[in-house]
């Protein structure tokens, strides 16, 4: 089966630095994305990892272990505007999402 | 350039009805694909086209159907509607259909459909 595993809800404050991680089992890998979705909004793309290994991108990072099946977003330097959903997603033959990571951001 | 376009936005629907939405690639990108989402569920995988062929499909009962347009333009219509249908229906397109590290999805902003 298919199964991708992310923690529901996090509250973090303004400035500090948040990790969220994820846990996946598929059939199949060709790569993990990272995608954030304010309320209302549509998913945009954050980050992608095929390799082994931390991926930089200003203040966001994403790293993937694929032997332990396992990856997570680290985001620096919070602001107010991070707070929204943070979507952990598989390729196999196919894109698979988690159901996602609401994180709220404190002042 | 313009971005995933998706019509209606929002609609209203009554149990036992049928819906067609629609959805508009990013010029270019040839592989489309289908996603519901819900609270409780999060995103799930609906199907995926490419080049007019359905290349994957999720696990929905078969009300659930799509189709894509030589332009690549794709439709997905929902037959006898449920209660349960309610969701925000979105559709993503993509480069290629290679399963690459490139083919990043861009969604559009979905299609909110209630059923009373």
């Known amino acids: 089966g298919q199964n991708i595993d992310q923690p529901t809800e996090m509250t973090a404050t303004e400035g500090a630095i948040v990790q969220i991680n994820c846990t996946y089992q598929?059939?199949?890998?060709?790569?993990l994305f990272w995608y954030q979705q304010h309320a209302g909004e549509a998913p945009t793309f954050l980050s992608y990892?095929?390799?082994?290994g931390l991926e930089e991108k200003g203040r966001f990072s994403s790293f993937l272990s694929r032997s332990k099946g396992y990856s997570y977003l680290l985001l620096k330097e919070l602001q107010m505007k991070d707070s929204a959903s943070y979507l952990c997603?598989?390729?196999?033959?196919?894109?698979?999402f988690g159901k996602g990571t609401r994180l709220h951001i404190l002042p | 350039k313009a971005g995933v376009t998706q019509t209606p936005r929002y609609l209203i629907k009554t149990r036992g009805q049928q819906v067609t939405l629609s959805c508009s690639p990013i010029?270019?990108?040839?592989?489309v694909s289908w996603y519901q989402q819900t609270p409780g569920q999060g995103l799930q995988f609906l199907f995926e086209?490419?080049?007019?062929?359905?290349?994957n499909k999720g696990n929905f009962p078969g009300r659930f159907s799509g189709r894509q347009f030589s332009n690549s333009r794709s439709e997905m219509n929902v037959s006898t509607l449920e209660l349960g249908d309610s969701a925000l229906y979105l559709c993503?397109?993509?480069?290629?259909?290679?399963?690459?590290?490139?083919?990043?999805?861009?969604f559009g902003a979905g299609s909110r459909l209630t059923v009373l």
């Open positions: 993503a397109s993509s480069l290629t259909g290679r399963r690459s590290g490139a083919n990043v999805l861009t």
């Open positions: 598929t059939s199949g890998f060709n790569g």
């Open positions: 990892n095929v390799l082994d």
């Open positions: 997603a598989v390729r196999d033959d196919k894109i698979i």
């Open positions: 010029s270019g990108h040839r592989s």
């Open positions: 086209y490419f080049s007019e062929t359905q290349r």
